[in-house]
C-alpha cells in the first residue's frame, strides 16, 4: 500500500470554480451557428488552472474542446478534449499539466458551441469573484479561435477550476518521497452533488415515513463509494442507504448507516464500490421515519459538480414508499440525498476494432499496449477487446517499461465479442509521467486497427498511449511483447482511477461560500426555431454516387498505348454502363459521377476546345445520350465532372494569353473576367447534355501565379472559384445537384474553416479526398461536418483498387470491403452523409462484392455486414448449402486480409496511371517488401486451393473460377518481381 505522502498541492489553496452552484437563465438557446464561447478572467493571485468547465445545453450535439488563450496576444496556451459527455448540465475536463497564471494575468477560457449555448443576459454585469479568480466579462466569435465580440454583459457558463498558491511556485510541487503516491488533480475528482450544502427546510414532516431519493447520472466511468444524506434534527431510527437502476428499477446496492449523529449530514460506505458508466442513471435513496429536510423547488434546473449531474428530463428529486424505487415527486424538491462518486477512466473507452476477427494463421500472441499515466493514481482493472472467433482463457499482465512483471489477473466470462474486463481486488498504485505496458494473450484470432499509433495522440481522461509509431506491441504469449506491426491497435486496456487511495475517501468538493452578487436580469427572449433533427443510426446517406473517368468502369481493358485517362466511347461500353448501371440502382446507389463525358482532345489530355459547344462529334454527343438516358431509366441522377479553371481549360488558356498562368499551361487565371466567361460556357455545354448537376474539382492543378496576388491559402483560392460556380449553377438551373472535391486542397488546417466553408456555401456536398480533415485533430472533422451544413462532407470509399486501365481484368483479386466500410462508418459517426465512390471493375469478382457491400451499408447504415455478404454471395454464387455459404464468405474476407496484413498500408493503388510509363504494380512493388510479398503469395496459394474445393459447390462455379484465375494472376506477378 501506497505510504501517506505529503500534499503535491501543500502550497495551493483549495480548488474553485467561478460559476459553482450557478445555473443559466435560458440553458438552451440558439441562432443556428458554431461559436466559440469563452470568459475573460483574472487572477487575483498567483496559482494554477487544474480544469475547464463548460455548462451544456440539453440540445447541443457534438464533441466539445476547452481552450485557454492568453488575453493579450490571442495566442492558445493549453487545450483538452470533454470526454464522455453527459446530455445536459456542467461538465469537467482535467488539464494534463495545470496552467500556471501569476497574479494580475488575464486569460481567456472557452469552449466550442456547435448549434445550441446556455446564456444569462447580464449575467456578467458585476464581477463574480472566487478563490482568487475573478470574472472581467464573456466573450464570443467562430470556433477555434480566441473569442473577442461580447453582448449585453451575458454570461455563456464557461469556467475554470482554479487553486491559488505559492508565489514562487510555477507548477505544483511534486513530492520526492520513496514509494509516495500523489495526485495532481485528485481533490475533483471524488463528485458529490451537494457537497456541504443545507436545506431551507431541514426538518419537514407530514407524520409518516418515506424513501427518499435524487436521481443521479455520472459524466464519467467510475464508482459508487458511498451513500449521504442530510439527517433532520428530530429524525429518529435506523436508516438505510439504497441504488437502483433508473431504467430497470433492479436495486444495485444497499448499505446501512452507523454511528449517526443528531442531524446534519450522514455517511456511510458501501462494502464493494458500485461500478457505473458514464451516462447510466441510477435513484439514490435512503428511508425517513417521521421527519425529513426539504427545499421545494431547489431542483428545477440541474445541478452538476464533478462527475456528476442530476436528471435533465425528469423531476430530480423522488419519494415513495419506504424501502421500494421511489417514483414520484413534489415541485421539483431537493430531499438531500446523494452519494459520493470516484471517477475512473480507460483510454479507449466503447471503441471498436476496424477488423474484429482477424487471425496469423492461429498463431497465439501476446498482444500489448504501451501507455503513460497523466497523474499518479490507481490501476484498477484491466480490459481487451475478444474476438468473435477466440477460445481458451485470457490473463492481463502488467509490465514496467523494462519488461518486469507488476501484476496478473485473470478473466472470467469471456465468450462472445466485445470489450472483457477483469478489476483487481487491490488496486495498484501508479506514478505520472512512467511508462507501463499491458498485455493479454490471445489465442488466434485477435482485433486490430492499423496506423492508430502513429497519428494523433490516443488520450482519455488522465491516460495517454505514445503515438511515435512503436505502440502496439506484440510477441510470444506469456512473454513481455516488444515487437510492433504498422502503429496497430490490438484492444488492450486498463481501468485507471486518478488519486492515492486504496479506500474510499471522504467526499471533497469544490469550495462552496457564496459568490459576489449577480444581479437577475428579465433575460432578452431568444427565438426558439423548430430544432433541427438529430441523424439516427439508420439514416442512409444521401449522396450514394459512383464516380471516376469514363472507362474507369470498362469490363475491356484500354490498349497498350492509350494514355490514362481514356475518354473512348464504343459500344461495349456503352453495354458496361447499362450493367453497372443496373448494378449500382440494385444496391442502393443513387448517381454516377462520370468524368470526360463530353471531352475532346486526345486520351491523356482531353479537355474542351475554344469553341466548346462544338468539342464533340454529333456520334459522341449521341453515344452520350445514350448512356445518360439509360441510366436516368434505372433511377438514378447523372453528375459531369468538370474543372474548375482548372482541368479541361489547355486549348482555351493557349489560345487566349489573357487567362494564362506562368506556372501552368493547364490553369485558367480567375481574376480574368474572360475566364468566368468559358467556365460558364463550359457549365452551359454540359448541362446541354441532359445530366443533373455537376461535380467540379479546382484545385488538382494549383493555383494560378497570377491569379493569388493576395497569397491565399489553397483552401481559400479555391473556395472563391467553387463560391462562384455553384451561384452560377444555382441561379441557372434550380434544382441541379452541384458537388465537388478538395484534391490538391487538403482540409486539415482548422485556421482554413472559414475558407471550407466560403467552399462549401453554394454546393450540395464535398468530397474530401483521402480523408483530410482528420488531421485537424479529434474532433476537427466533426466539427467541419456541422460548420458546412447544409452542405454534406464525403469521400471516396476509400480503399479500393482503383483504375487499372490497362490491365487485364482478371489480374489482380482484392477485396476491401471491410476497410472501405469501417473507413465510411467513421466519417459516419462524424456526421458526413456523402461518398462519391470510385469506379471499380465489376468484371472482377473483389471488385464486384466491394461495390455491393459499401453501397447496401450506404443504404443502411445499421445492415450487417455479414447479412448483407450471405444476401449478395447466394444470389450470385448459389452456394448448395450453409457450409458452402460460410466457406464462401470467409474466402472473400481473408483474401482481403491476406493482402492488408502484408502491405505497408491501405494504399491499393494498382497501376501507376498517372505515369503512362510506368507499367508496375505499385501495390505488389511498392506497398509490399519483399518478405510480405512472399508472404501474401504463400496466403493466396492456400486461398487457391480453398476456391477450388468450392467450385464444385456452388451454382456459379464459373464465376469461382474467374476468382481462382485473378489469384493465379497475382500470384504470377509476385514471382516475376
Known amino acids: 500500500m501506497a505510504q501517506s505522502c505529503p500534499s503535491q498541492y501543500a502550497n495551493w489553496a483549495a480548488p474553485a470554480a467561478l460559476f459553482d452552484g450557478l445555473t443559466p437563465a435560458n440553458p438552451d438557446a440558439s441562432d443556428e451557428k458554431p461559436y466559440e464561447l469563452g470568459t ?43 470526454y464522455r459527455e453527459g446530455s445536459a448540465g456542467w461538465q469537467v475536463a482535467t488539464l494534463r499539466t495545470p496552467l500556471a497564471l501569476r497574479s494580475g494575468q488575464r486569460v481567456i477560457v472557452s469552449v466550442n458551441s456547435n448549434i445550441r449555448f446556455p446564456i444569462s443576459v447580464g449575467g456578467l454585469a458585476e464581477p463574480i469573484s472566487r478563490g482568487g479568480l475573478t470574472s472581467v466579462g464573456s466573450l464570443f466569435g467562430p470556433q477555434g479561435v480566441a473569442p473577442a465580440q461580447s453582448f449585453g454583459q451575458s454570461n455563456y457558463f464557461v469556467d ?67 451513500i449521504r444524506y442530510f439527517k433532520a434534527p428530530s429524525e429518529g431510527g435506523a436508516h438505510t442507504g439504497r441504488i437502483w437502476s433508473l431504467a430497470t428499477g433492479t436495486q444495485l446496492a444497499s448499505v446501512t448507516f452507523q454511528n449517526e449523529t443528531a442531524s446534519g449530514w450522514q455517511v456511510a460506505t458501501l462494502d464493494t464500490p458500485l461500478d457505473l458508466q458514464a451516462g447510466q442513471s441510477v435513484v439514490v435513496s435512503v428511508n425517513s421515519n417521521s421527519h425529513f429536510p426539504i427545499a421545494v423547488g431547489d431542483l428545477a434546473q440541474p445541478v452538476a459538480r464533478g462527475y456528476l449531474t442530476t436528471a435533465t428530463d425528469r423531476a430530480a428529486g423522488v419519494f415513495g414508499a419506504p424501502g421500494t424505487l421511489p417514483t414520484n415527486s413534489y415541485q421539483n424538491s431537493n430531499y438531500f440525498v446523494d452519494l459520493a462518486y470516484r471517477a475512473e477512466s480507460t483510454l479507449f473507452g466503447t471503441k471498436e476494432p476496424t477488423l474484429s476477427n482477424a487471425s496469423d494463421n492461429g498463431t497465439a500472441y501476446e498482444l500489448g499496449l504501451r501507455f503513460v499515466p497523466q497523474v499518479d493514481g490507481m490501476i484498477t482493472g484491466f480490459r481487451f477487446w475478444n474476438a468473435p472467433s ?91 511483447p516488444t515487437s510492433t506491426y504498422q502503429a496497430s491497435n490490438y484492444f488492450r486496456d486498463v481501468a485507471f482511477r486518478p488519486g492515492n487511495s486504496l479506500t474510499p475517501p471522504a467526499a471533497i468538493d469544490i469550495v462552496g461560500g457564496t459568490p459576489t452578487p449577480t444581479p437577475t436580469p428579465t433575460p432578452t427572449p431568444t427565438p426558439t426555431p423548430t430544432p433541427t433533427p438529430t441523424p439516427t443510426s439508420t439514416e442512409p446517406w444521401a449522396v450514394r454516387g459512383y464516380l471516376g473517368w469514363i472507362r474507369d468502369l470498362a469490363s475491356r481493358p484500354s490498349a497498350p498505348d492509350v494514355r490514362w485517362p481514356d475518354i473512348s466511347i464504343d459500344d461495349d461500353l456503352i453495354r458496361d454502363y447499362d450493367r453497372a448501371g443496373a448494378f449500382v440502382a440494385k444496391h442502393g446507389g443513387t448517381s454516377m459521377e462520370i468524368w470526360g463525358l463530353a471531352a475532346g482532345g486526345t486520351e491523356g489530355s482531353p479537355g474542351y476546345s475554344v469553341d466548346v459547344e462544338n468539342t464533340i462529334t454529333p456520334q459522341r454527343r449521341e453515344q452520350i445520350r445514350q448512356i445518360v438516358d439509360g441510366l436516368h431509366a434505372k433511377g438514378l441522377k447523372v453528375v459531369a465532372g468538370m474543372g474548375g479553371m ?33 467556365q460558364n460556357r463550359i457549365i452551359d455545354y454540359l448541362m446541354s447534355l441532359g445530366v443533373d448537376g455537376i461535380t467540379v474539382q479546382p484545385a488538382d492543378q494549383g493555383t494560378c501565379a497570377e491569379g493569388n496576388p493576395n497569397g491565399l491559402s489553397d483552401v481559400r483560392y479555391h473556395a472563391a472559384i467553387v463560391e462562384r460556380i455553384g451561384a452560377y449553377i444555382r441561379s441557372k438551373y434550380p434544382g441541379a445537384i452541384i458537388g465537388s472535391a478538395n484534391y490538391g486542397a487538403g482540409f486539415s488546417n482548422p485556421d482554413d474553416l472559414p475558407g471550407v466553408q466560403q467552399f462549401t456555401r453554394n454546393i450540395d456536398y464535398v468530397v474530401d479526398i483521402n480523408d483530410t480533415a482528420v488531421g485537424g485533430g479529434a474532433g476537427y472533422r466533426a466539427r467541419l461536418v456541422r460548420a ?78 455479414t447479412a448483407n455478404l450471405n444476401a449478395f454471395l447466394t444470389e450470385t454464387y448459389a452456394p448448395v448449402d450453409s457450409v458452402a455459404l460460410d466457406e464462401l464468405r470467409n474466402l472473400f474476407i481473408d483474401s482481403e486480409n491476406a493482402y492488408f496484413n502484408n502491405a505497408y498500408s491501405e494504399n491499393s493503388l494498382v497501376e501507376a496511371y498517372y505515369n503512362f510509363y510506368d507499367r508496375g504494380r505499385p501495390w505488389l512493388r511498392d506497398n509490399m517488401s519483399a518478405a510480405g510479398r512472399a508472404a501474401y503469395r504463400q496466403a493466396l496459394l492456400g486461398l487457391i486451393t480453398r476456391a477450388q474445393a468450392l467450385q464444385s459447390r456452388v451454382g456459379n462455379s464459373a464465376r469461382v473460377g474467374d476468382i481462382i484465375t485473378a489469384m493465379r494472376s497475382v500470384v504470377s506477378q509476385i514471382e516475376q518481381m
Open 646 to 678: 482548372s482541368w479541361g481549360f489547355d486549348q482555351i488558356v493557349q489560345a487566349n494569353p489573357s487567362m494564362r498562368c506562368s506556372n501552368s499551361p493547364y490553369v485558367a487565371n480567375p481574376t480574368v473576367e474572360l475566364s468566368w466567361t468559358y
Open 390 to 480: 477466440e477460445t481458451g482463457s485470457h490473463r492481463a499482465t502488467l509490465w514496467s517499461s523494462s519488461g518486469e512483471k507488476l501484476i496478473t489477473a485473470d478473466f472470467t466470462g469471456e465468450a462472445g465479442e466485445g470489450w472483457r474486463a477483469v478489476r483487481l481486488p487491490t488496486p495498484f498504485a501508479v506514478r505520472a509521467g512512467q511508462t507501463y505496458v499491458i498485455s493479454v494473450n490471445s489465442n488466434g484470432f485477435f482485433p486490430i486497427s492499423y496506423h492508430v499509433f502513429d497519428n494523433a495522440p490516443v488520450t482519455s481522461p488522465w491516460l495517454a498511449a505514445p503515438n511515435d509509431g512503436q505502440n502496439g506491441l506484440y510477441g510470444e504469449i506469456g512473454q513481455f
Open 788 to 865: 458546412i451544413a447544409p452542405a454534406l462532407l464525403g469521400q471516396q470509399a476509400d480503399p479500393g483498387p482503383i483504375a487499372p486501365v490497362h490491365f487485364d481484368r482478371l489480374s489482380w483479386f482484392l477485396p476491401t470491403f471491410q476497410r472501405t466500410v469501417a473507413n465510411l462508418k467513421r466519417l459516419y459517426a462524424d456526421g458526413g452523409r456523402a461518398a462519391e465512390n470510385f469506379m471499380r471493375m465489376l468484371a472482377n469478382p473483389g471488385d464486384e462484392i466491394s461495390v455491393a457491400m459499401f453501397l447496401e451499408y450506404e443504404r443502411n447504415p445499421a445492415s450487417d455486414m
Open 40 to 82: 475573460l478572467v483574472e487572477a487575483q493571485s498567483d496559482g494554477i488552472i487544474t480544469h475547464l468547465r463548460f455548462y451544456r445545453a440539453p440540445s447541443e450535439t457534438g464533441s466539445h474542446i476547452g481552450r485557454v488563450w492568453d488575453a493579450n496576444t490571442g495566442q492558445e496556451l493549453t487545450q483538452v478534449e470533454f
Open 160 to 226: 475554470a477550476v482554479f487553486r491559488a498558491g505559492n508565489s514562487n511556485a510555477a507548477a505544483p510541487v511534486t513530492t520526492s518521497t520513496p514509494g509516495c503516491i500523489t495526485n495532481p488533480v485528485g481533490a475533483v475528482e471524488i463528485s458529490t452533488l451537494f457537497g456541504d450544502r443545507t436545506p431551507a427546510n431541514a426538518d419537514a414532516t407530514d407524520n409518516q415515513p418515506y424513501e427518499l431519493g435524487t436521481i443521479v447520472t455520472p459524466t464519467s466511468d467510475g464508482q459508487v463509494t458511498q
